[in-house]
């Protein structure tokens, strides 16, 4: 998989490894760019102004959160489950009960509705059953 479609594509299937590493890596992009956004306006600006900083910050954070929903969507239908679900991100408390499920989950073996089974990757080692 690319990680265009890694990263901010809704359709098909990750398993555990690509999400933990997909999400892990979209963490340090986002801390990465926000890092950058700010260093740009403090040199044009100096202090933090929040009618100059918040504007793209926010553009940043949105790009971002829809990285996220990708993720857990394919991450959902993996498991057999709508990506919808993944907007339960978005209910605070709640979401972080789902990131942990989903890093504990097994998905379904077989292909399901949403595309083939992921196919193991170097991040994991291979089941057996």
Known sequence: MNLF?????FDGRIGRPAYAGGSLLNLVLMIVAVAIV????????????????????LGVVMFFIWSTLALTAKRFQ???????????????????????????A?????DN????APSTSDLAPAHHT
């Open 5 to 9: 479609k890694l990263l901010w594509s």
């Open 38 to 57: 700010e260093d740009l306006n403090r040199g044009w600006g100096g202090a933090f102004s929040l009618m100059q900083d918040l504007p793209p910050l």
């Open 78 to 104: 993996d498991l057999g489950n709508s990506g919808w679900f993944s907007l339960l991100l978005l209910v605070p408390g709640v979401g972080l009960i789902f990131i942990v499920v989903l890093l504990a």
């Open 106 to 110: 097994r998905g379904q073996d077989k």
């Open 113 to 116: 509705c949403y595309g083939p």
